[in-house]
């Protein structure tokens, strides 16, 4: 995260999340029939943080047809991402009880610096020059979007003094949208990704994320932090964390620098989990591996029923410990987000059961000691880390799951 942070001057754009009611009508055309088992969703509702986390752990932003009210929003056979320009005062004004930008803020969201985003291929889109006359004299909904924008314009959306007007900006699908649903459809949802923006490229470095308060911002740097540590993005691709929550009650009136200055506060500060010297790095993987070979030297060997990979599964990846043994590479991240600490020590021939109460015994020790939560995690007839764990410990997980929760706004 860079030092200075000042949102006010830099022109963003942002793609918000909402809450979407699948018996509703307006969900998304295509529907994946069922998410990675690390997400713990609605059947009938995908919460707005929902979305938000899935988009960022699995780095990925669907491509829509935009459906409202059962029609679409989004004209031709090409879907998109939409965006609209980032003001950080629409989130003061939202939480004051307005309205800005028609309904399109909420507390969660994506932003992308304007420059990096039209380089990348976002272009601003005006309805009047991407349909045709009968669209516009037919369409109920082309018409409420029209008259949308030009009260926009008018400033008749403007509350509490500083709101933003309304821009819409567009992402268009490149390539065959409907070869990649019909793979989906034939194959399943696991290995065929639906069609949309790949945050991890380079050319989209700089993102920005909103979400309403503290504890999101906790899960939304667990997914980031995913990234990093397998190599996927570089410590730099995400530029913040703004909190809104933190942000100041009443800026009215305030002037540029001060709400400036309210935003960098209201920034969630994640630099202190990336510095990890190397020294304690060393003496704590040093510390763990102790640990292991002290278990495997002093625990007696059985007949062996099992086979197959056992690992030690770390709850907190923000942990100073945990820091460490990722910075050696003693823990792997799998690719649904796991941190796994490999022990090594102990001998890969012993009863799969046995190699486990000994990941039981450590993580009570590393809970007393350090106040470490972790669990074991094992694999049967495998030693691969991504594959399905045959035998996985009962803890929470952490921020290791993507779970459902209520939206405020």
């Known amino acids: 995260m860079p030092k ?34 690390n997400c713990l969703n609605d059947d009938d509702r995908w919460s707005a943080a929902f979305l938000l986390r899935y988009a960022v752990r699995y780095h990925h932003l669907w491509a829509t047809f935009g459906v409202r ?8 056979s090409q879907p998109v991402v939409s965006f609209t320009d980032f003001n950080p005062a629409d989130l003061i004004a939202l939480r004051e009880g307005a309205r800005p930008q028609g309904g399109v803020v909420t507390q969660y969201a994506l932003t992308f610096p304007l420059r990096t ?14 349909a045709d006359s009968e669209d516009m004299n037919s369409d109920p909904l082309f018409a409420h979007v029209m008259e949308q924008q030009e009260m926009a314009r008018a400033g008749a959306f403007t ?71 397998r190599r996927i993005v570089s410590p730099l691709h995400f530029n913040h964390i703004l909190v809104c929550d933190v942000l100041a009650k009443n800026m009215e009136g305030a002037r540029t620098d001060q709400l400036s200055e309210a935003v960098r506060r209201a920034c969630f500060d994640w630099f202190p989990t990336l510095r990890i010297s190397w020294l304690e790095a060393v003496v704590s993987t040093m510390d763990f591996s102790s640990r292991v070979e002290m278990r495997e030297f002093s625990t007696r060997k059985g007949p062996v029923n099992e086979r197959g990979g056992c690992w030690l599964w770390f709850e907190d990846n923000t942990h100073r410990y945990v820091r460490s043994l990722v910075a050696t590479g003693r823990i792997k991240v799998s690719k649904r987000g796991r941190y796994l600490a490999s022990l090594d020590e102990l001998d890969p021939g012993r009863n799969l059961r046995e190699r486990q109460e000994i990941a039981i015994e450590i993580a009570e020790e590393l809970e007393q000691r350090f106040g470490l939560k972790s669990t074991y995690f094992c694999v049967l007839n495998s030693f691969c880390p991504d594959d399905h764990p045959a035998y996985c410990g009962c803890d929470d997980g952490g921020h290791y799951y993507i779970t459902e929760r209520t939206s405020s706004t």
Request: proline share 7%; aromatic share 12%; hydrophobic share 30%.
């Open 4 to 37: 200075k942070i000042d949102l006010m001057s830099c022109s963003r754009l942002a793609h918000y999340f909402r809450d979407v009611d699948l018996m509703g009508n307006s969900p998304p055309e295509f529907i994946p029939e069922s998410f990675p088992p």
């Open 69 to 76: 009210d059962g029609k679409r929003t989004v004209l031709g």
């Open 117 to 130: 985003a039209v380089n990348g291929g976002i272009q601003r889109y005006e309805p009047g020059e991407h």
């Open 159 to 229: 509350s509490c003094g500083y709101t933003s007007k309304c821009s819409d900006w567009r992402w268009s699908y490149p390539g065959n949208y409907q070869r990649c649903i019909e793979k989906i459809e034939a194959n399943g949802f696991e290995g065929n990704t639906i069609p949309g923006l790949k945050l991890n490229l380079k050319k989209w470095s700089g993102i920005g994320v909103v979400v309403p308060d503290m504890e999101t911002a906790r899960e939304v740097w667990y997914d980031m932090l995913t990234l990093i540590d």
